[in-house]
């Protein structure tokens, strides 16, 4: 039962545009959100998050929003850059659980020159 | 500041084989866990630790064995590898309720 999915295993963004990552849940108890990146050959890296008490994170050029009445997150990324490349690991987590991660199966982004 | 570390990074083993996957922190962080990647299922919980002596299952423990004596280290021992369980694994760790810092990964292979 995968309580966390992340529907498109591939996008393609030309350089300059916006990418939107989504990802959705069905565990109600997650109560926080992140979303790591992850290069070939290379372990994640932490991106941004977002507590379940908000609905929007801003970190430079990258944005999460949380609509929990959906049980969706989307992860914005404006304006896109060929070096944000990569696969986005969409994870959730809830109070209680020792910090275990709950994973999506990932949205391989490329961006176009 | 190594960060997190883990050993070897490239492994082939026979099934039946026993090995130990080496991971270790150097940011005095007492949770530590192990996934594994596979295509298509994302990143899978196989173990962690809250803390030195304390361990507990994940989502995938079966064929796993962990165990943490210090802080800073918490090796992943397979005890007679299947061909299931070629992935790539990663270690991680963080402080309590903090994000998780994760290693380079281990590419296992079993034949």
């Known amino acids: ?113 | 500041n190594a960060g997190v570390t883990q050993t070897p990074k490239f492994q082939v083993l026979k099934t039946g084989q026993s090995m130990t996957l080496q991971c270790a922190q150097d940011m005095n962080h007492e949770y530590m866990s192990w996934y594994r990647q596979d295509p298509g299922m994302g990143l899978r919980l196989i173990h962690y630790s809250v803390g030195a002596g304390i361990t507990d299952q994940g989502e995938v423990p079966n064929g796993y064995n962990v165990s943490r004596s210090t802080t800073e280290d918490f090796p992943l021992r397979l005890l007679s590898a299947a061909p299931s369980q070629t992935s790539v694994y990663f270690c991680a760790s963080s402080s309590a309720g903090g994000t998780q810092y994760f290693g380079p990964g281990t590419r296992l292979t079993v034949l």
Request: glycine share 8%.
């Open chain 1, 1 to 113: 039962d995968q309580q966390v999915k992340q529907n498109s295993p591939s996008l393609s963004v030309q350089e300059g545009r916006i990418s939107i990552l989504n990802c959705d849940y069905t565990n109600s108890m997650f109560d926080y959100f992140l979303w790591y990146k992850k290069y070939p050959a290379e372990g994640p890296t932490f991106l941004i998050s977002i507590s379940s008490i908000k609905d929007k994170n801003e970190d430079g050029r990258f944005t999460v929003f949380l609509n929990k009445s959906a049980k969706h997150l989307s992860l914005h990324i404006v304006p896109s850059q060929p070096g944000d490349s990569a696969v986005y690991f969409c994870a959730a987590r809830f109070e209680g659980g020792g910090n275990k991660l709950t994973f999506g199966t990932g949205t391989q982004l490329k961006v176009e020159l």
